[in-house]
């Protein structure tokens, strides 16, 4: 209770749109991430789980 694991993250696109460039964060801080489209989504794979805290603010960023 309390927190949230990521591994991956899996975001819908708007029709015929491919992401140009995706920042995310988390806690204020920069987390890395590979980006794949698969079915009309952005799929977000981390290199590593992320573990997100009561309170955390995770921040996602997708430019078409």
Same mark, same amino acid.
């Given at each position: 209770?309390?927190?949230?694991?990521?591994? /991956?993250?899996?975001?819908?696109? #708007?029709?015929g749109? *491919? #992401? /140009?460039?995706? *920042? !995310?964060?988390?806690?204020?801080?920069?987390?890395?991430?590979?980006?794949?489209?698969?079915?009309?989504?952005a799929?977000? /794979? !981390? #290199?590593?789980? !992320?573990v !997100?805290?009561?309170?955390?603010?995770? /921040?996602? *960023?997708?430019?078409?």
């Amino acid at each position: 209770w309390g927190s949230l694991r990521l591994k /991956s993250l899996r975001l819908g696109l #708007p029709a015929g749109k *491919t #992401p /140009s460039s995706v *920042t !995310l964060s988390a806690g204020g801080r920069s987390v890395e991430a590979d980006v794949e489209v698969s079915e009309g989504a952005a799929v977000l /794979s !981390l #290199p590593a789980e !992320l573990v !997100l805290r009561q309170g955390a603010e995770l /921040s996602v *960023t997708l430019a078409c």
